[in-house]
Each structure stands twice: as structure tokens, then as C-alpha cells.
């Protein structure tokens, strides 16, 4: 056997594809709750009250964005509890994928913001703040989304490459 087929994934079934989904989402929660208590706890500091207004717009967004992301993050449970009764299906699988991969994209935001509002206070340059705020932003988008398409995409048989990348964009 080769490296390669080595590599290969195995179909692990439906319930634990399901499983497997859910649990990521419960693996990213608790960071993104525990990122969201610290921005909620912060807001009634007093140093936070002296920040300029921009600022604290800024770690307001930076707030709604990591909120947003723990919603996406739940929907899956609801939905699977909801709309499918606790059953499996591919249907489910594919949504609650969705959810927890669109949740990364504002949690990287929020998470990017909240860099560029603490950097402001640490470097005192809102350039400096900005340049650290993109370089967190796309390490994350780099990491949870770039770097994972561009192996799957190496990873696949260059024939079926149209096939498997539209059935992707379905899914997700």
C-alpha cells in the first residue's frame, strides 16, 4: 500500500459524519462564548468608557460579529432537533456543515477587530493596529478556509476536480 492510498479518506457513514459536524461545533463554542463573555465584561471598564468613539464601535463589531458566530454555531442542534426530529440525514448534514463553516468567517472578523482595538491601545498607531488586525484576520481565514480548499483541491483526481468543486459550493 502507498503513502498515498494511505491518505485516502474512508467514508465513514452518515451518523458519524453527523457526529462528527456536531462535535466541531461544540469544540468552537466554547472559545467563541468565552471571547464574547471577556467583550461583554470589558464594555463596563472604566478604561473602556476614555477609548475614542471609532474604537469602541469598532470592539461593537467586533462583539456582534463573535455573537453571530456563536448563532451559526447552535443552529445546528436546533435545526437537527427541530426540522429533523434528531434523525439523520443528508439533508441535515449538509446545512449544519454550512453553519459551522460560515460561523469561522465572523469569528475571524470579530476575533481580527477586537486585535486591531487592543493593538491601538499597546502601539498607539491605528496603522499599526490595522496592519496587526489583517495579519490576525488572514492567518485565520488562511488557516480555517484557504489552506483547507487548497488541499482538497490537490487532494482530488484532476477529472473530477469541476465535479467535486461545484458539489462543494452545494453543500457549503
Known amino acids: 500500500m502507498s503513502a498515498r492510498e494511505d491518505d485516502e479518506p474512508q467514508d465513514p457513514g452518515l451518523h458519524e459524519k453527523i457526529d462528527q459536524m456536531l462535535t466541531e461545533a461544540r469544540v468552537i463554542l466554547p472559545g467563541a462564548q468565552a471571547l464574547l463573555g471577556f467583550q461583554l465584561a470589558i464594555v463596563i471598564s472604566e478604561s473602556f468608557a476614555k477609548l475614542p468613539a471609532g474604537i469602541k464601535s469598532m470592539h461593537g463589531a467586533a462583539l456582534l460579529f463573535v455573537a453571530l458566530s456563536i448563532v451559526l454555531l447552535i443552529a445546528p442542534a436546533a435545526y437537527h432537533r427541530i426540522v429533523y426530529a434528531g434523525e439523520d440525514s443528508e439533508g441535515f448534514l449538509r446545512t ?30 491605528d496603522l499599526v493596529a490595522g496592519i496587526a488586525g489583517l495579519i490576525v484576520l488572514a492567518l485565520l481565514i488562511g488557516l480555517w478556509h484557504v489552506l483547507p480548499l487548497a488541499v482538497r483541491r490537490r487532494r482530488r483526481p484532476a477529472a473530477g476536480r469541476g465535479a467535486v468543486e461545484r458539489s462543494w459550493l452545494r453543500s457549503h
Open 96 to 125: 449544519g456543515s454550512r453553519f459551522v463553516t460560515l460561523s469561522t468567517v465572523p469569528l475571524a472578523l470579530g476575533v481580527a477587530a477586537d486585535v486591531f482595538v487592543v493593538c491601538t491601545r499597546i502601539f498607539t498607531s
